[in-house]
């Protein structure tokens, strides 16, 4: 079990302001000095969600912010020798083709994406700029590359799941509510891999096998979610696992409040579900490491040549407070596995 420790932190004004100091020693760095380079950035957050602000801090934990330290550990300096363009995809229909535009008119060096979605995105509209997804699933499934170890093209980066992660959310919210005989997996078939296929697979095969039937809960739309979760938890003995999906993700609020409201048992994939006060998390933990590859790809590297990256950990979350509000007692045998226990 493990503490999350306070992020030290300045705000991006004051980082900003400390590039100067930093100048004199991005040269013996090795960066290259010819002109300014752009990273763009692209999130199907709002710019002002939480995730998105945390995910400013100039701190290595932090999504953005980890990519700026890390650079700067590589010799490129923001503001210095190159410059962060972020933008938002969220929005009404047609945003996310207008923010994809704004960047391709600033000509960047490389195109950060946040998901598969923004990936899939970007990529129908250039082959020749360098694209790094900072988390994405089933790249090759996705045409965004021919293989793993050699991705051709002008695509690479780093996974978030791997489809079996089906099985292994299914197994764990079973120990924690042991009586189920229903799952629901609630996902949004525009935004999740194979239009929800990618993870539902694994989860129908262990589910066969222990005997709990699977109901797909699609939702399209925010309203919608309440009266998804509403529906499926009506009948008795029923769990939940919220599927990898930007729009769970965008959306996570009104999720969590809705599996709260209807004291439905629900696992989720990442840990920004927990921090909305979720039931238990498992999912890969974070790890910044996309400066490599944009220090690599700003240096000449075609991002083709650079292996697509897996998680290297996994990790999981419980909520014992919210547990003990659902009237579950999670065994001691599940409590001891996992990395954080919330209170």
Request: proline fraction near 6%.
């Amino acid at each position: 079990m493990t503490e999350r420790p306070p992020a030290l932190a300045v705000d991006r004004r004051g980082f900003i302001r400390l590039a100067g100091a930093a100048a004199a020693g991005w040269v013996a760095l090795g960066a290259t000095s010819d002109r300014m380079r752009i990273v763009a950035s692209l999130t199907a957050l709002p710019l002002d969600d939480e995730l998105t602000r945390r995910s400013m801090i100039d701190s290595a934990t932090s999504r953005l912010g980890g990519l700026i330290v890390g650079l700067r550990q590589r010799g490129w300096v923001e503001g210095v020798n190159f410059r962060l363009e972020l933008r938002s995809s969220f929005g009404p229909p047609g945003r996310m083709k207008a923010a994809i535009q704004e960047l391709l008119e600033l000509k960047p060096d490389v195109i950060l994406t946040g998901s598969t979605v923004e990936t899939a995105a970007v990529l129908a509209t250039t082959k020749t700029i360098p694209i790094v997804f900072a988390t994405a699933n089933d790249p090759v499934g996705n045409g965004f590359v021919e293989s793993l170890a050699h991705p051709g093209g002008n695509v690479t980066g780093f996974t978030s799941s791997t489809a079996e992660m089906g099985g292994k959310w299914l197994q764990l919210v079973r120990e924690a509510v042991p009586d189920i005989s229903r799952v629901g997996a609630l996902y949004n078939p525009s935004t999740t891999p194979r239009a929800g296929r990618f993870f539902l697979d694994s989860i129908e095969q262990e589910a066969a096998e222990c005997g709990v039937s699977v109901i797909p809960v699609p939702v399209d739309a925010p309203a919608d979610i309440d009266e998804a979760v509403r529906r499926f938890a009506e009948q008795p003995k029923g769990a939940m696992i919220a599927l990898v999906d930007s729009f769970l993700v965008v959306n996570r609020q009104a999720v969590v409040a809705a599996a709260a409201k209807y004291r439905l048992p629900t696992i989720y994939p990442f840990h920004y579900f927990m921090d909305a006060g979720g039931l238990m998390s498992y999912g890969p933990t974070l790890e910044v490491r996309s400066a490599d590859y944009v220090d690599l790809i700003l240096r000449g590297t075609k991002a083709g040549d650079l292996p697509v990256q897996s998680p290297r950990k996994y990790e999981l979350l419980i909520n014992r407070t919210v547990a003990r509000s659902l009237g579950l007692s999670i065994p001691f045998t599940l409590l001891a596995r996992a990395d954080e226990i919330r209170e």
